[in-house]
């Protein structure tokens, strides 16, 4: 059931809500609909995270997505699951193949058993680089058959996620703005010292971001008009430089070598239409990259 009101008061409905994942977004999601008045329960893998939740949430669970029995019994009651996991990065292939899967898909075939109305944060990179064309990315494209983990679990978790007509998944690039957050001339310097210098992006995908506020706002709109679907989120005005204009630019302002780009994971090269979740009213808030 949607909610009836962005503010829940005496007389209108207070909602009950399950968020997998207490990371940033999943915090910021947690808080602003606590603020609402709503119920909502959050989850951790790690019990030494539980009482610093406590202040934050209504209910803490300690569990892992892909447990579809404590998935079925935290979401008792509740009136949406939203899956805001993500993967940590991996270097071997092997187990950032078992990782994405864990994460990724098990959770959300967990949430999808357990409550059919289940919102999942998907990427991007479910459309690889887009394949031929000029024409703006909507969410009716082809989305990629690469084996590449990300690409291949986001796609298969959309899947699971989708399979109910009450299902909505949003596509999300690159997210910024959290407190605490890594700045993006941290992250490239982490390239260099840990990485070798080597990083699996695609130097020609255009680097979309978006505030990490804004995908909270457009959770909240999607749960709060009731909307389902797949729907790209972010900035419909602006196309972004490429990965390898970005990090060019930042590595020779700070007389770092260049990044060497290994074209592992695909994200698109050309424009993402965010008009359907336009269509339905919302706008980002924030407008600035903070590429730093």
């Known amino acids: 059931p949607p909610a009836r009101s ?13 968020v997998i994942g207490t990371g940033f977004i999943g915090r910021s999601l947690i808080s602003t609909w606590r603020k609402q008045g709503h119920e909502v329960v959050g989850t951790t893998t790690t019990p030494g995270k539980v009482e610093s ?18 998935v079925a019994e935290a979401a008792k009651g509740a009136d949406a699951i ?10 071997d292939p092997d187990k950032r193949e078992l990782t994405y899967r864990d994460v990724l898909l098990d959770t959300c075939q967990s949430a999808a058993a357990a409550l059919p109305r289940t919102v999942f944060l998907s990427a991007f990179s479910v459309y690889g680089d887009g394949g031929e064309g ?3 990315i909507s969410e009716d494209s082809a989305l990629s058959d690469a084996d590449e983990p ?16 009450a299902g909505a998944a949003l596509r999300l690039p690159d997210i910024y703005g959290a407190e605490g957050d890594m700045s993006f001339a941290d992250r490239i310097r982490m390239g260099i010292e840990h990485m070798g210098g080597r990083v699996p992006f695609s130097p020609d995908a255009l680097l979309y971001r978006i505030h990490h506020q804004d995908v909270v706002g457009a959770v909240d709109h999607i749960v709060r008009n009731n909307l389902t679907g797949a729907f790209n989120i972010c900035r419909q005005d602006l196309l972004p430089p490429t990965n390898k204009q970005v990090f060019d630019q930042i590595c020779d302002a700070r007389q770092w070598p260049r990044l060497a780009f290994l ?7 050309r424009a993402i239409s965010a008009a359907r979740i336009g269509s339905a009213g919302w706008r980002t808030a924030h407008t600035d990259y903070h590429f730093g």
């Open 6 to 18: 962005g503010r829940a008061g005496p007389a209108e409905v207070r909602l009950r809500f399950l």
């Open 53 to 70: 939740l406590r202040s934050l949430c209504s209910e803490v669970k300690v569990l892992r997505g892909s447990d579809r029995q404590a």
């Open 82 to 91: 939203v899956v805001t996991v993500t993967p940590p990065a991996e270097r």
């Open 134 to 136: 000029s024409e703006p």
């Open 150 to 165: 990300s690409t291949k679990y986001y796609r298969r978790s959309e899947e699971a996620v989708l399979a109910n007509p």
């Open 263 to 269: 074209d592992a994971i695909r994200a698109p090269t």
